[in-house]
Nanobody
């Protein structure tokens, strides 16, 4: 399994931007599809975005489409989530995850998870 460490979270005003990073170690990063999920206080973990191991295909939740961009740099063993036009409803702990299979919106498809990074958007 991969070990994943997220960074880049913080407090930002509504309309602002943040870029989350997810650094992987332990196995061959380029063999894994990567996903970002989030969990708001008192709610379940929800899909945000995912990307194939080559980076050639991406998928987004409707709530973030057009505002968030997922990407990866296999040479740096790192996946990214660029978040623009942030809204208070984007406030959550954000998790990156790695799947040894294809990209998926299901949490059960992902074998490795990071510890999460808090994103707080103030109104």
């Amino acid at each position: 399994q991969l070990q994943l460490v997220e960074s880049g979270g913080g407090l930002v005003q509504s309309g602002g931007s943040l870029r989350l990073s997810c650094e992987a170690s332990g196995r061959t990063f380029s063999s894994y599809a990567m996903g970002w999920f989030r969990q708001a206080s008192g709610k379940g973990r929800e899909f945000v975005a995912d990307i194939t191991w080559t980076g050639s295909s991406t998928d987004y939740a409707d709530s973030v489409k057009g505002r968030f961009t997922i990407s990866r740099d296999n040479a740096k063993n790192t996946a990214y989530l660029q978040m623009n036009s942030l809204k208070p409803e984007d406030t959550a702990v954000y998790y990156c995850a790695a799947s040894p299979h294809s990209m998926s919106r299901r949490t059960s498809a992902y074998a490795s998870w990071g510890q999460g990074t808090q994103v707080t958007v103030s109104s």
